[in-house]
């Protein structure tokens, strides 16, 4: 059975202050959720992993929103996935379409990046979604291919086992224009035969995440799709009253 994943990306916000008391006041709602199974993630800024990480509860993922390919050297303002492993990281989302757009992330960097993190026991999140222009003409699913056949590219199966895949159409992030559940549920789909193309065994365990516009009136509806096994989720994951209420709903 796919265990539940629900992952707040905060973005750039929230500073170190923010992040700690924003943990601490959602001990109860992160316990209550652990005690149901659901498992819970948390992006915060690299600036805040450690406080996030040394002030929440054990079981809490705490991501990064990015690492580097490399594990050290002259690359400047990068993270690498030893550095972030030795603070006790648990993974971190790659290729999120804002990294795409404004940090020229291709997915065949993002396989660079997915093949570090498992190399370091790290849990990579890895992003994939279509524009606007192509949902208009129709291209979701050969965009969503190429970037799952790239991103994806040589992994073994067990390795792409532990790879978690967020769908986010890039239309419905931070709009409130939420893809409607039947076309999450069918481009979730589309991407779990994707893997299996790759390795059938791994997609049945391959966990794949809806993400864009989720707040707690919608996020049950997707997490009671086949294909569905958590979502990813910006705007309302920045208050506790929010993510409480997102808790709840899946649970109650
Ligand atoms: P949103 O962002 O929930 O604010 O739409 C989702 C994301 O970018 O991961």
Known sequence: MRKKLLVGNWK??????????FVLNAKEIFEFA????????IAPT???LETVKNNALKK?????QNVHCEDKGAFTGEVSAKMLKSINVDGSIIGHSERRMYDNETSLKCNKKIKVLLDNELMPIYCVG?????????????????QIQEGLKDLKEEELSRVVIAYEPIWSIGT????????????CNFIRNQVAKLSYNASLQVRILYGGSV??????????????????????????????????????
């Open 215 to 252: 707040n707690p009136n919608n996020i049950k509806n997707y997490l009671f799709q086949n294909d569905i096994d958590g979502a990813l989720v910006g705007g309302a994951s920045l208050q506790v009253e929010s993510f409480s209420k997102m808790v709840h709903a899946l649970i109650d």
């Open 34 to 41: 652990f005690a149901n199974e659901l498992e819970i993630g």
């Open 176 to 187: 409130g224009k939420n893809a409607s559940c039947e076309i999450a549920q069918d481009v």
């Open 12 to 21: 750039m916000n929230k500073n170190v202050l923010e992040a700690k008391e």
């Open 46 to 48: 690299y600036l805040c």
């Open 130 to 146: 279509e524009n606007q222009q192509e949902f208009d003409d129709n291209l979701t699913k050969e965009v969503i291919g190429k």
């Open 60 to 64: 809490l993922l705490v991501l990064s």
